[in-house]
């Protein structure tokens, strides 16, 4: 698998989806914006990871 974004990146869209308020939910985010899911995958072990990723930041 190839990532399309960069780590800082996939962080960077995770807090913004996070302050507008949208779904967090991955089943959620994987409709929305599979782009954004499958990056953080690729960067992060699990969604739950990449979220906590993002709120550490």
Request: aromatic share 8%; glycine share 8%; net charge positive.
């Amino acid at each position: 698998m190839e990532s399309t974004l960069g780590a800082d990146e996939v962080v960077r869209r995770i807090k913004h989806l996070q302050s507008s308020g949208g779904a967090m939910g991955k089943k959620q985010v994987k409709q929305h914006d599979p782009e954004l899911m499958k990056n953080a995958l690729f960067y992060f072990p699990s969604w739950e990871h990449a979220l906590k990723s993002a709120d550490q930041l």
